[in-house]
């Protein structure tokens, strides 16, 4: 009867969400007086999970699973649930988990609640907080299934250690054939991705061009953040689609929002509006964004952004 936690991992490695997820996991396993249990996909190492309340880790290993596949991953973790007899699972809100999640749902004729923000309000009812409206409101939703399943909201809980001895078990479940094959993956090893990253430097088309991106990267680079984009960036090939973030890109829920020439249509606006801190340059005192923004800089970005990046790393020399 433990609650089932689902663990992501990129290459091996633990994914940040999933320490959150496994952070959040232990806190309601404590509330409910019960145990916690984290379901691993090719990971290498789970003792990281120990450290932050997994009691016991089951770890499936699989050259089939190399490749994400939505169904196939609900269907690990379907059996896993099966298998431990648990009632509640928690899962991140990544893009991955947001995929798989509705498929696990119905496979165990379970309840989901998305965009999960807090602790449960109660256990009986079981009842839980979540954002609605583009983060533009919060209202309490009562799952009245058997079996409950809780997606919780990228860097709404934190990363919390409470060390626990785990104990891994392999787990072989039955690999369902997905019907889709992977031909080929690209991704960039070297930077922060959006999903994991605290800090999200990002800039639209104020930047006049794809060259001018140089000062873009070397903030991000001095602050360890990630670098993003604007749709219309995106659109016009001056960066890669991965970078966009937005309502029809990607979701950032950040500890800190750092946007460098963009206006604020409402669709980036809601694709953001989850960060906590959100920093606006922009040469236009009316754009929408200033409206959203906890500081805002009324300045050009050329003669800002390499100001800010000087002294950034006066701070960091001085404080070093």
């Not at 990281?48 to 997994?54: C, R, S």
């Not at 050259?63 to 690990?76: G, H, I, M, Q």
């Not at 973790?77 to 431990?84: H, M, Y």
């Not at 003669?303 to 070093?320: M, R, S, T, W, Y």
Request: contains cysteine; negative net charge.
């Amino acid at each position: 009867m433990s609650v089932l936690v689902y663990t992501e991992s990129d290459q091996g490695k633990f994914k940040k969400v999933a320490l959150e997820a496994a952070s959040y996991a232990k806190a309601i396993a404590n509330e409910l007086g019960t145990t916690t249990t984290a379901v691993t996909i090719n990971a290498d190492d789970t003792s990281e999970l120990g450290k932050y309340g997994v009691d016991k880790v089951l770890k499936v290993s699989d050259p089939k699973l190399e490749s994400f596949s939505a169904k196939s991953y609900a269907d690990v973790l379907k059996q896993a649930a099966e298998k431990e007899g648990t009632k509640v699972i928690v899962v991140s809100s990544s893009i991955n988990s947001k995929y798989l999640s509705p498929i696990l749902a119905i496979g165990l004729d379970a309840g989901l609640v998305s965009n999960v923000v807090e602790l449960p309000l109660s256990s009986s009812p079981f009842i839980v907080k979540r954002t609605a409206f583009t983060n533009k409101a919060l209202e309490q939703c009562q799952i009245n299934t058997d079996v409950k399943i809780v997606a919780l909201s990228t860097n709404s809980f934190g990363l919390i250690e409470n060390s626990a001895a785990a104990i891994t078990e392999d787990f072989a479940p039955s690999i369902l054939d997905s019907g889709v094959s992977v031909k080929s993956v690209d991704k960039a090893t070297d930077k922060v991705t959006i999903a994991d990253a605290e800090i999200v430097v990002s800039a639209g088309r104020g930047l006049k061009g794809p060259e001018n991106w140089g000062m873009i990267e070397e903030l991000a680079e001095v602050l360890g953040a990630a670098t993003a984009c604007s749709k219309p960036v995106s659109d016009l090939g001056w960066r890669p689609h991965s970078e966009h973030v937005g309502q029809t890109g990607k979701p950032v829920a950040c500890s800190l929002y750092i946007a460098v020439g963009i206006s604020g249509a409402i669709q980036h606006l809601a694709g953001v509006s989850a960060s906590k801190v959100k920093v606006v340059v922009n040469t236009d005192p009316e754009a929408p964004f200033f409206k959203a923004a906890d500081y805002g800089i009324v300045g050009d970005a050329f003669e800002v952004v390499p100001a800010l990046i000087e002294k950034l790393k006066d701070f960091k020399l001085q404080n070093a």
